[in-house]
Every structure is written in C-alpha cells, then in structure tokens.
Nanobody, 126 residues
Framework: QVQLVESGGGSVQAGGSLRLSCQASGVTSSDHCMAWFRQGTGRWRGEVAAFYAGGGQSYYADSVRGRFTISLDNAKRTLNLEMTGLKPEDSDMYYC???????????????????WGQGTQVTVSS
C-alpha cells in the first residue's frame, strides 16, 4: 500500500525559498516516478516537477525551471522540492504523487499517477 505524506509548506515573501518533502512508503519499484503537482481552487491539477527513478531523470514545468529543484533520497524514501526565487503566482496547494511503473508514461501528466498525498499549502506574498 502506497502512502505519501507531504511537509514543508508555509508562507514566505516573494524571492524567498521553501523546501517541500514527501515521505513515501510502499514505493518499492525501481521503475517508479514521483512528482509534485499544484492545484488552486477551481483549477486543474498542474505539473511542477517529476523524477523518474528508473533513469534518474528530472522533469520541470517551464514556469519553475531554473528556480525549483526536485530530488529523490532513496535511502529515506523522500522526495524533495527545493523552491527558490518564489513568486506570488507560485502560491497554491502542492501535492506529491507516485506511480510504481513509470516506463513509457509522461511523468508530468497528473493522470499518470494513481497515488497522491494530502497536499501542503504554499503562500507567497508580494
């Protein structure tokens, strides 16, 4: 059974930094992907960043490339998202997601992921 628990959200001023973490359990496949998505009220869940454990590759939405860094600590089963240069438009609920068999999938598409955490709020003030 896969369980994902996010932490690290909060409120910062524009230009600040936050680190989100997602503690995973039950993600044992070497071919898995884990990712961060974001969603605001009344909007679709949009991609932020993803990590493919099978190949060690990272993927980013254009809006965060160069500002955010995704990483996977395999020993701790933790997915991290380092967020720097935060902007007010980055404010949203952020969700961690996982799929155990990721080969051939699009890692930045929410519909590829059957497992989700409860989310953590990020608020950036101007």
């Amino acid at each position: 059974q896969v369980q994902l628990v996010e932490s690290g959200g909060g409120s910062v001023q524009a230009g600040g930094s936050l680190r989100l973490s997602c503690q995973a359990s039950g993600v044992t496949s070497s071919d898995h992907c884990m990712a961060w998505f974001r969603q605001g009220t009344g909007r679709w869940r949009g991609e932020v960043a993803a990590f493919y454990a099978g190949g060690g590759q990272s993927y980013y939405a254009d809006s965060v490339r160069g500002r955010f860094t995704i990483s996977l600590d395999n020993a701790k089963r933790t997915l991290n998202l380092e967020m720097t240069g935060l902007k007010p438009e980055d404010s949203d609920m952020y969700y961690c997601a996982a799929v155990l068999s990721c080969g051939g999938r699009n890692p930045l598409r929410a519909y590829e992921y059957p497992h989700w955490g409860q989310g953590t709020q990020v608020t950036v003030s101007s």
